[in-house]
């Protein structure tokens, strides 16, 4: 009974002795841009959820810079400053970033043939 925990206890060691170098690897490298944009309106005070009290991060801040229009009207934060070149990146690496859940598109409807 005791050596059948040695293999376990073997491959559970060295899972993790595997898997913590690629986590530090994951630590060390710069966010991306769109991670950067997201950092930044998180930053000037945007919030999840809070789209309703116009301080959404999505609705309010991260969909707006990277269509690249203002914000939305009942917006209550300023957007904040981001490089032009970290936007086209974002837009570049992840296209419909910020621009939220699509509703799938609805078949057109065809008027009924007419009976006769």
Known sequence: MHKARRPIAAIFTWSMALAVPQAALAADQPPGPCEQVVAACKSAGFVAGQA???SGLWVDCVGPLVRGTPAPANAD?????????????????RAGFGEGKKEAAKPATQPAPAQH
Not at 77 to 85: C, E, I, M, Q
Request: aromatic share 0%; glycine share 4%.
């Open 77 to 93: 934060k300023a957007l904040p400053a981001v490089p032009a070149d970290v936007l086209a990146a974002c837009k570049a690496k």
């Open 52 to 54: 309703k009290e116009g």
